[in-house]
């Protein structure tokens, strides 16, 4: 469950997220759009545009941008219409890797993944190979610089967490997805900052990886972000900090 955590943190310490702003808003543009046409543009009857418009902020998107994403997916303004998929297949060692998709070109988006899997290493599979062994949890990540494990143990179960773990230069806050708003408020409350504060799709076991493989999956990974149409990717790997820092750094 950890690489995850592990991956996000070293792209933001790393820079590597100030760098792709441009496709990070993009990305958030697309979900903030498609969660007002699910769900409406009413933030508070619509937790996901809740949560979108809070990763949105984070980046420090300007307010407008996401006022006429809200309004695009309303319908208020003329807009794109994206279609959200999953894709699932392999990576090196044969670890499982979820693919988040939002696109306006299904087939185009089919073949540009495909062929970054095939490239480094990996293979795309079947619907249902996979997301088994993925459960949606809420995400939060700690600097352990920013609190104390002890204490944030205390106020995190307090406040309805599910567990929480040390993985690394991180506390890991794991929560049912339908409590994280709530123990994320709490926990702010409290003082909390965050290096990761999301709803994933984490993996009930992990495979470790090391060496030649865990490189040609961390470059796996950076290439899938890389793709407008990638929301978020997700495996099951279990890689070093050290090894993830030495391909991040080039």
């Not at 794109?80 to 988040?100: C, H, K, M, Q, R």
């Not at 929560?175 to 709530?182: F, R």
């Not at 909390?192 to 709803?199: G, L, M, N, R, T």
Request: proline share 2%.
């Amino acid at each position: 469950m950890s690489g995850h955590s592990r991956w996000a943190t070293i792209k933001r310490k790393k820079g590597l997220a100030d760098a792709r702003k441009g496709k990070i808003f993009t990305k958030l543009i697309k979900e903030v759009t498609v969660a007002a046409r699910m769900g409406g543009g009413d933030p508070n009857t619509n937790a996901r545009l809740r949560t979108a418009m809070a990763a949105a902020r984070a980046q420090n998107m300007p307010g407008d941008n996401i006022e006429r994403a809200i309004k695009k997916g309303t319908g208020e303004l003329e807009g794109v219409s994206y279609e959200e998929i999953t894709f699932e297949g392999y990576g090196p060692g044969g670890v499982a890797v979820l693919v988040d998709i939002m696109t306006d070109n299904k087939h185009r988006t089919v073949s540009e993944i495909r062929h970054v899997f095939t490239r480094h290493h990996g293979n795309l599979g079947e619907a249902g190979c996979v997301a088994w062994n993925f459960d949606k949890k809420g995400l939060l990540a700690v600097p352990k610089e920013n609190a104390s494990e002890d204490q944030l143990m205390e106020w995190a179960l307090e406040a309805g967490a599910e567990d929480v773990r040390d993985v690394g230069s991180t506390f890991e806050i794991i929560t049912d997805p339908h409590s994280y708003e709530e123990v994320k408020k709490k926990l702010e409350g409290q003082g909390v900052k965050f290096a990761i504060a999301e709803v994933a799709k984490l993996p009930k076991n992990t495979v470790q990886l090391s060496g030649k493989e865990a490189e040609q999956m961390v470059k796996l990974m950076e290439a899938l972000e890389d793709n407008d149409d990638v929301q978020h990717v997700y495996s099951n790997s279990d890689i070093s900090e050290e090894v993830m820092e030495k391909v991040a750094a080039g």
